[in-house]
């Protein structure tokens, strides 16, 4: 056991929380908070979105969904390309009027995809 602070206990380990699968056009109001994974080929490639990131867009046949990769995950988004079909994992959250995936680490992003 390892006390932190005051008030806090870490005490151990948890389960592993394990991403829900959603189509891409799927992910709304309804996922918001929940740790989801969506696999579809990129259809708009990485744009700066700085000093907080880059987002692109992903879309299986059922709509497209926006991915932000914030800077402080390490996600290298130098190497994804228009129609590449990848697999990304994350929360599901929503910016401004729009939902999104966030993913957390670099292995959040799998691709290739066979």
């Not at 390892?2 to 992910?27: L, Q, Y």
């Not at 259809?43 to 914030?70: R, W, Y």
């Not at 929360?91 to 009027?97: A, D, G, I, P």
Request: hydrophobic content about 35%.
């Amino acid at each position: 056991m390892i006390k932190v602070g005051s008030s806090v206990t870490v005490d151990g380990h948890g389960r592993k929380v394990r991403p829900h699968w959603f189509t891409t056009g799927k992910i709304g109001e309804s996922t918001e908070g929940r740790i989801v994974r969506v696999v579809g080929k990129i259809t708009q490639t990485p744009v700066s979105d700085l000093p907080f990131g880059f987002k692109f867009f992903v879309d299986d046949g059922s709509g497209e969904v926006q991915i932000f990769v914030n800077v402080q995950t390490g996600i290298d988004v130098s190497n994804l390309s228009l129609g590449q079909l990848v697999s990304v994992t994350g929360f599901s959250s929503q910016f401004e009027t729009h939902y999104e995936i966030d993913p957390r680490s670099p292995s959040d992003i799998v691709f290739p995809i066979h």
